[in-house]
C-alpha cells in the first residue's frame, strides 16, 4: 500500500502510533481553515454544538472556547481520535461543558431536536452514505440549527489535480459547489450557502433546520 493510501486510511479512521501523529496533525492543519468557516454563521455563547468526525479535538476545544454558556460534544468513531479529542478537552471536559464519544455520523447517539450548531470538518466525503447521514444529523438539530460542512476536497476548485488524486486513493465522496447546494437543499436544509476560498482551496456548505 503506498503511503498516500496509508495516509488516507488514517485520515479516515485514526489507529495505532501513525493514527494518533495524523490526529495530532488534523488539530494543526485543520486550525485556519476552522476559524475561516465558523466566521460565517453567528455564533451565540449558550450554544449547544456537536462536531462530527472530531479528530484530534481541536475543533472542540475552538467551539467550548467560544461557546462558553454552552456545552460541546464531539464525536468520532475511531477509538484513538476519541482519546486524543478527550485529552486535548481534559480541562473542559471536568467542568461538563465539553463530551467526547465514540460513535458514527449514520447512528448518531443523541436525542432529536438537541444541537443548535453541528459542525464538521474535514471530514463528510468519508461518510458511509452522504445523503442519509446528512439526514440523521438533520434529525438532531434544533429547529433553526445550524449544520456546516467545511473542507478542502471538492470539485472545480484550485487544487482539483491535486484533490482528485486523493480522492481516488481515498474513495471519497467529491462534489462540486453546487452539488453540495443541491444535495443540502434535497436531504431538506434551507437557507442553504456555500462559502469557497478559491485561493486557498477550502470550501464551507451551511444549512439550517
Not at 488534523?26 to 466566521?39: F, K, P, Q
Not at 471530514?123 to 467545511?150: C, N, Q, S
Not at 471519497?172 to 434535497?186: A, F, V
Request: charged share 25%; proline share 2%; aromatic share 10%.
Amino acid at each position: 500500500m503506498s503511503f498516500i493510501c496509508k495516509l488516507l486510511k488514517q485520515c479516515r479512521k485514526p489507529s495505532g502510533l501513525f493514527g494518533r501523529i495524523v490526529a495530532r496533525g488534523m488539530n494543526l492543519n485543520h486550525a485556519s481553515m476552522t476559524r475561516w468557516g465558523l466566521e460565517h454563521v453567528n455564533l451565540r455563547e449558550d450554544m449547544v454544538a456537536l462536531d462530527i468526525g472530531c479528530g484530534g479535538g481541536g475543533t472542540v476545544y475552538r467551539l467550548a472556547s467560544i461557546l462558553i454558556l454552552g456545552k460541546v460534544y464531539g464525536i468520532d468513531y475511531s477509538k484513538e481520535s476519541v482519546k486524543m479529542s478527550q485529552k486535548v478537552n481534559l480541562d473542559n471536559i471536568s467542568k461538563e461543558r465539553v463530551d467526547i464519544r465514540q460513535g458514527s455520523v449514520s447512528e448518531l447517539p443523541f436525542q432529536d431536536d438537541m444541537f443548535d450548531l453541528i459542525t464538521a470538518v474535514e471530514t463528510h466525503y468519508f461518510w458511509p452514505d452522504l445523503t442519509a447521514d446528512l439526514r440523521e444529523i438533520l434529525r438532531v438539530l434544533k429547529p433553526l440549527g445550524i449544520m456546516m460542512m467545511i473542507g478542502g476536497e471538492y470539485k472545480g476548485g484550485k487544487f482539483d489535480q491535486r484533490n482528485e488524486k486523493w480522492v481516488e486513493y481515498g474513495n471519497m465522496t467529491y462534489l462540486t459547489i453546487n452539488e453540495h447546494r443541491k444535495l443540502l437543499e434535497k436531504v431538506g436544509y434551507k437557507n442553504v450557502c456555500i462559502h469557497e476560498d478559491y485561493e486557498r482551496g477550502w470550501m464551507c456548505a451551511v444549512g439550517q433546520k
